[in-house]
């Protein structure tokens, strides 16, 4: 049984991780610079933790750019302010990043593509179907070697769908539920231990205050659980802040 708590908890924690250090923080905002070697040993890491619902950078930056330029108006991929739920909401931002996967965002005059990481080998890969699915058997394959109750297999459909699992908690709740620091003229906020499960990602509110901070908290009772580790990182020169 704990081991299968322990690979539930790593596989949630390394992949809400990749997806605030690597997607966000890095590929969107580009709040820190790293070398080649650094940029291709976090992109692997965020393909291997985010695993079947593996995310392509470039796509995701741009998709949450748009985020940031429309946040709560009819333009928004996912304010939760313009659907009826959560489903809705997620398969308007699926079509969403679809059409930048599919190169309709290419020729936009206010997307500069090319300001986006990519690494286009570990993209196909990791978007293939194949790839998807033999990550969905290995998940599959370690709780049939470890789970002692059938019961247990229900988490499954997390493991499946991890990323999209965490957007829609973000998204969602990180702009309907909470308090306010800052008033963005949007419907951004913050929640303080409930972030606690999305390292950083449900200050919404300070984030949309300060997009190019890497910081997400702001108030002396916040924390923000991925900034130490961008600090210690910046600190052994793996990564180099910009502010
Ligand atoms: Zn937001
Ligand atoms: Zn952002």
Known sequence: MWLIILFFIAHWYLSVFAQSFFLHRYAAHGMFRMSRFWFRFFYLFTWISQGSSFLNPRAYAIL???????????????????FEDVISMMLNTKRVYQDILAGKYDNRP?????????????????????????????????YLTFAPHPAWFALLPV???MGPVHGAFVNWCGHKYGYANFDNGDH?????????????ECFQNNHHRYPRRANFAKRWFEIDVTYPVIKALDLVGIIKLKT
């Not at 090319?114 to 998940?139: E, H, Q």
Request: cysteine-free; charged content about 20%.
């Open 64 to 82: 949450h750019m748009e985020h940031h330029k429309h946040s709560d108006t009819e333009h928004d991929p996912h304010s939760p302010h313009f």
């Open 188 to 200: 951004s906020r913050n929640t303080f231990v409930w972030d606690l499960f999305f390292v950083g």
């Open 159 to 161: 493991h499946f769908l």
């Open 110 to 142: 206010d997307i500069a593509i090319k300001d986006y990481p990519s690494w286009p080998m570990v993209d196909r890969i990791g978007d293939s179907w194949a790839t998807r699915i033999g990550f969905a058997i290995l998940y599959t394959g370690f």
